[in-house]
């Protein structure tokens, strides 16, 4: 079988997706990585140790843009993008402050994430994002502190205060991004309505996603 280089872009729906890091302060129970091997639909998200920087990312992008416009901008790969938060924030600004044309201004900006980056960098991290990310989907799960344990299965260090952390994420987010979604994968023995519910009170839009692991492994 031909070995594939490990990609750093790649395209999804209507959006181009950005495999920043393979680095996850958690190892969700539903996460494909695993069982995928490293594959995301035919491209390779293992990226090996080179993470690549803010402009290789820029570069590939305004290639992508030139073959075909997309969208919206992705960050979401096999690792959490808010764990090179600046990486993240300086590919946003370079499209935000007109420096990475063909890419217009207005492209959206979408972070898919675990929330728990105030978490990981001991600080509130959504002011530093105002202005640079459009919108977050923060996969949430549950409105049960003992059900994110498990489904999340956070490293030690965010254990204890992580379910907390990302409720706080996703409130800030809803206060100052113009978008915000709590997701939930479609697993049984989650109670959806309360689910919801905590969505809501945070200021979030609620937002189910399929199970991947219910498609066939590549
Ligand atoms: S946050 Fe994403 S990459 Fe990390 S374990 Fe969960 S699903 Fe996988």
């Known amino acids: ?3 594939q280089k ?4 790649y395209r999804y729906k209507n959006g181009l997706y950005v495999n920043l890091t393979n680095s996850c302060p958690t190892a969700c129970s539903f996460c494909v990585k695993r069982t995928w091997k490293m594959d995301y639909r035919g491209s390779n998200l293992n990226l090996e140790g080179a993470e690549p920087s803010p402009a290789e990312v820029i570069a590939l992008a ?4 030139a073959a075909l416009p997309f969208e919206e901008l992705v960050f979401c790969g096999y690792g959490e993008p808010t764990m090179r938060l600046e990486a993240m924030l300086t590919c946003a600004r370079l499209i935000k402050n007109g420096r990475a044309d063909p890419l217009p201004r207005a492209l959206k900006i979408r972070l898919n994430t675990n929330g728990l980056a105030n978490a990981v960098w001991g600080r509130n991290v959504v002011p530093e994002m105002k ?4 919108s977050v989907h923060v996969s949430l799960n549950t409105a049960d502190p003992a059900q994110w344990l498990e489904l999340m299965r956070p490293m030690e260090p965010w254990a204890a205060t992580g379910f907390e952390k990302v409720k706080e994420f996703i409130r800030e987010s809803s206060m100052l991004l113009p978008e915000a979604f709590a997701t939930a994968v479609e697993a049984e023995g989650i109670d959806l309505e309360k689910f919801k519910a905590l969505a809501g009170q945070l200021g979030a839009e609620p937002r189910l996603r399929p199970r991947l692991e219910a498609e066939k492994a590549p």
């Open 62 to 65: 305004k290639e992508q843009w």
């Open 1 to 3: 079988m031909e070995i």
């Open 131 to 134: 202005g640079l990310i459009d």
């Open 6 to 9: 490990p990609t750093v872009v």
